[in-house]
């Protein structure tokens, strides 16, 4: 049974994903996913103890050995992705029920279901497959879904949004297939342990391989928002349903920005990709997007669309970590797709119970709503404070890891840089505080307290963004683990 | 003569990729209609089917048939990969299109310049 626990992990949502649909119940099929995303959080568990004791676990799909046939491919870097997709996963369906059932039409529930079991099949497969192109396949299973998803919302806007990511997505799902097939032009082989092999005996100069790395790294900056190629993600956040989007938010870039730490570090090699000059550039294009997006999320009246401009930023933060090519700064990077995933999924859960509530999340509607609802406000207050990077919480882990590596670099101006732009976050953070706490609630109005089955998964995640802020032993330990690997060029 | 080989024969597949991936792209980029743009995408993502067909082409080999009196073959792999992604293209042109239904439905309007108005006015 453990031997097959890596295929388990994607096949079990996708299997249960037809149930929803042949059941037509919106509780039955809010269970069904609530069971399966539980049982992925044990197996990716079960899967990270397993890599950590014993190595690298591969699995070749029906019997066929690598490079011929399909192989999963699990090490430390994708164990730990899967960690995260899988417990975000299992926080956001254990939230999701009422907030469901209040934001979709009754007879499109179970249609919700099922296109978010299939998202999270997508997003666990991308992240287990050692196969370039089944990546691909993964990849289009869960854009499919997120569009579909995104299309639920409420507001008429949500279409739009989801018709804007749907062109946006396919391009840069295109553009990474086109990068793959220049690559399997040079090598013949679409293995990623294979590619990296191969490609050790190819020319860096050679045209074909700079075009290669070119499409790959444009394909899949469109895929995780990456500055200047983020248009698509603010209306996609702010108009798709609450839980979507803490779902998203938390899950579907950060599974992007792995894809690109294996091509960039597994398939085509630090070394390589050093000489390319891309790194440079993804350095200018992350700080870039730390300020511009930090700076349009302060004048951002609807909360949703503020934090969704946060979450620019802090992929720019992730991105730039990465662009160091340093231990240190790759498991900043990594640390920090961790950590992000937790306060973002933290924030947005909090304003999916405002939502709930209240019916709106504007800012000019949220006056003095700390008081009608406490705990909710003060998960979103913790998850703020973790995105400025207040010490004890986990922003803070990450941004010390990253002044880290700036100054290993050498470059003290990057360094001051990232502290410049927290302060960015404390404006915009602070604004929300200010409304929320402060001032006085214009109208009496009877609003009480989010439900106690939207609350609990909320503090768990509120807690969780102060706890591994605390205990940093396991989520350092791994992102060194694995930045090490990357680095180190082991594939 | 090298410096005309980039227009050699051999090539000739791929610069009609390359000017279908073009016209495909544009056509997202500069028209407003949202069947258009879907139309665009179509024809972006058929570039890369043709890019990838092309590459499997062997010299002188047959389709990939096993039998006496084939030698040599054409790369199939390139083929099954392509059919796979035949599926999720008609997949994406799906999703889109009945997204474009849902839009009219909507707003009314599927020119991206009158929804624009519109969003700027309920916004």
Redesign the interface.
């Known amino acids: 049974m453990s031997a097959h626990l890596p295929v388990l992990q994607v096949l079990i949502p996708l299997l249960a994903a037809p149930f929803c649909v042949v059941l037509r119940h919106r509780d039955i099929a809010w269970a069904i996913s609530l069971i399966t995303s539980l049982v992925c959080f044990a197996i990716s568990l079960m899967i990270l103890d397993q890599v950590l004791t014993q190595g690298v676990i591969s699995y070749f799909m029906g019997g066929w050995p690598a490079p011929w046939g399909i192989e999963f491919r699990i090490d430390v870097v994708n164990a730990y992705v899967l960690v995260i997709v899988s417990a975000i996963g299992a926080i956001v369906s254990l939230y999701g029920r009422h907030s469901i059932n209040k934001e979709i039409p009754r007879n499109q529930i179970y249609l919700f279901y099922t296109a978010y079991l299939l998202c999270l099949t997508g997003l666990l497969g991308m992240t287990a497959t050692g196969d370039a ?1 089944n990546l ?2 993964f990849l ?1 299973i869960s854009s ?1 879904s997120t ?2 998803l995104i ?1 639920l919302g409420k507001n ?2 949500a ?2 949004a ?2 804007q990511y ?2 946006m997505g ?2 840069g799902a ?1 553009f990474y ?2 990068g793959l ?1 220049l690559l ?2 040079m090598t013949g082989t ?1 293995n990623i342990v294979d590619l990296h092999n191969k490609l050790a005996d190819v020319d860096g100069s050679l045209r074909t391989f700079q075009a290669a790395l070119a499409f790959l790294t444009v394909g899949l900056s469109l895929k995780l928002a990456l500055f200047p190629l983020h248009l698509w993600l603010p209306n996609a956040y702010t108009y798709a349903p609450s839980t979507v989007t803490a779902f998203l938010a938390s899950t579907a870039t950060k599974v992007a920005v792995y894809v690109m730490l294996r091509v960039f570090f597994t398939i085509f090699g630090v070394d390589l990709f050093e000489e390319t000059g891309v790194p440079n550039i993804i350095m200018i294009l992350a700080i870039c997007g730390m300020f511009v997006a930090s700076t349009v999320a302060i004048f951002q009246e609807n909360l949703k669309r503020m934090l969704a401009y946060s979450s620019v930023a802090q992929i720019g933060y992730i991105m730039l970590g990465i662009s160091f090519l340093s231990v240190t700064g790759v498991s900043a990077g990594i640390v920090h797709l961790f950590n992000h995933a937790i306060m973002k999924c933290a924030l947005f859960l909090a304003l999916g119970c405002v939502m709930y509530r209240v019916g709106s999340v504007k800012l000019s509607d949220m006056h003095g709503i700390a008081k009608k609802m406490p705990w909710t406000m003060g998960a979103f207050v913790v998850g703020g404070l973790s995105l400025i990077g207040v010490p004890l919480t986990v922003g803070f882990v990450s941004k010390w890891y990253l002044i880290n590596a700036a100054m290993e670099a050498d470059m003290m101006p990057v360094a001051a840089l990232i502290l410049l732009s927290s302060l960015l976050a404390l404006v915009y953070v602070w604004r929300v505080i200010e409304v929320a706490y402060f001032r006085a609630p214009k109208t009496e109005s009877n609003i009480k307290e989010a439900p106690l089955s939207m609350l609990i998964p909320l503090w768990i995640m509120a807690g969780a963004s102060i706890y591994f802020g605390i205990d940093t032993d396991m989520t350092l330990g791994v992102a060194e683990l694995a930045a090490e690997m990357l680095v180190g060029g082991t594939p | 003569m090298e410096a005309l080989d980039f227009i050699s024969p051999g090539l000739y597949n791929y610069w009609i990729v390359i000017f279908l991936m073009m016209a495909g792209f544009y056509i997202v980029i500069a028209r407003g209609n949202l069947v258009k743009k879907l139309v665009g995408l179509n024809i972006f993502q058929t570039s890369v089917f043709l890019l990838y067909i092309s590459m499997g082409k062997v010299q002188d080999a047959t389709a990939p048939i096993l039998g006496e009196g084939f030698d040599t073959f054409s790369n199939p792999l390139p083929h099954v990969l392509i059919l796979t992604a035949i599926v999720v293209g008609i997949a994406t042109t799906a999703l889109g299109l009945s997204l474009v239904v849902r839009i009219r439905e909507a707003y009314g309007t599927i020119e991206d310049k009158d929804l624009l108005e519109l969003e700027d006015e309920t916004s």
């Open positions: 192109f691909f396949v289009e499919l569009y579909a299309s008429r806007r279409l739009t989801s018709y749907l062109i396919t391009l295109t297939v086109i097939g399997y032009m679409l």
